[in-house]
């Protein structure tokens, strides 16, 4: 049976690219990784992919800070398709996904965030939970629609924010929880996913 075929979408460092990536390598997530695409000429992530042998594109994302402007984003979501993805994962992808790209991949789009959602969406969730003084914090899996970390949650993984904790030892912690839960998940999708 084919595979089923990720693109990955990020503009950071690319662990959770990795953990995905490395999921791959030892059996455990049945999938392959089609393309990478960042919107940052220079991210880490772009770096990762191409180290492994894997296609990776930057995408300007034009005059627009916190979105792609419209036809960046059609061109983004052509790429995907023309590279055969069944699933596009944001991986630290750090724009609000349009119509352009929502259109393309109706409830086929998946998204990592750094917190126990609905609680902490937007920037810096870590931060966030630290300056509440939340007890505990995590990381949610869930399909992206067009609001900001709003869409249907998959799962969640819950982790404990510590008396002595700062934004970025709250981060680490998290970000080892995401790095597990992230290709566990795509593993269910993929498996029950129509081919
Ligand atoms: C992760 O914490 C993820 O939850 C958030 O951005 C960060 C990306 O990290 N959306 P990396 O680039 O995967 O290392």
């Given amino acids: 049976m084919a595979k089923l075929k990720l693109g990955v979408l990020g503009s950071g460092k690319g662990s959770n690219f990795r953990a995905i990536a490395d999921a791959i390598a030892r059996g455990e997530l049945d999938a392959e990784v089609c393309i990478v695409i960042s919107d940052i000429a220079d991210a880490g992530i772009l770096t990762l992919a191409r180290e492994r042998g894997i296609r990776a594109e930057f995408v300007h994302p034009g005059r627009f800070r916190t979105k792609m402007e419209p036809d960046r984003e059609h061109h983004l979501a052509q790429l995907l398709r ?33 917190s126990l959602l609905p609680a902490f969406p937007g920037l810096d969730a870590w931060k966030q939970a630290v300056d ?46 995401e790095h597990n839960l992230y290709p566990a998940v795509l593993a269910q999708l993929t498996a029950r996913a129509p081919r």
Avoid at 88 to 106: E, Q, T
Avoid at 149 to 159: F, K, N
């Fill in 132 to 177: 509440a003084r939340a007890s505990k914090s995590g990381c949610t899996v869930h399909y992206v629609d067009s609001g900001m970390d709003t869409g249907e949650i998959i799962a969640r993984t819950e982790v404990p924010v510590l008396a002595d904790d700062t934004p970025e030892t709250l981060h680490a912690r998290i970000q080892s929880a």
């Fill in 82 to 114: 023309d590279a055969g993805a069944d699933f596009v994962v944001l991986a630290g992808y750090m724009r609000m996904v349009k119509a352009p790209l929502l259109d393309a991949f109706p409830r086929r789009i998946i998204n990592i965030h750094p």
